[in-house]
């Protein structure tokens, strides 16, 4: 598969994610760190691809995206148990 082809599909799916979660706790860190880490992955994907600098900018597009992965679930947990302790 050709990454453009696979970025043009799983785009609106990255970005209906990073907005649900945002719409959910109203932070901006999860979405400001995913939309970096998107970025990352796509530049070293489309760009950089098939040189040395493929490898290290996807790796660190790969973990900036996770870390806005743990800060959005963190987020999600801590506005449920508020949720939970409001009834």
């Known amino acids: 598969r050709h990454p453009r082809r696979v970025a043009h599909r799983q785009l ?5 994610a990073l907005l649900t979660g945002r719409a959910r706790h109203l932070a901006r860190r999860p ?5 970096a880490g998107l970025a990352l992955l796509l530049t070293g994907a489309l760009p950089f691809g098939e040189t040395d600098l493929e490898t290290p900018i996807t790796v660190a597009g790969s973990l900036t995206l996770a870390w806005a ?7 999600r947990h ?10």
């Open 78 to 87: 801590a506005c449920a148990l508020q949720n939970l302790r409001s009834r």
């Open 69 to 75: 992965h743990l800060a959005n679930w963190r987020l």
């Open 12 to 16: 609106p799916a990255w970005g209906a």
């Open 31 to 35: 979405l400001i760190l995913g939309l």
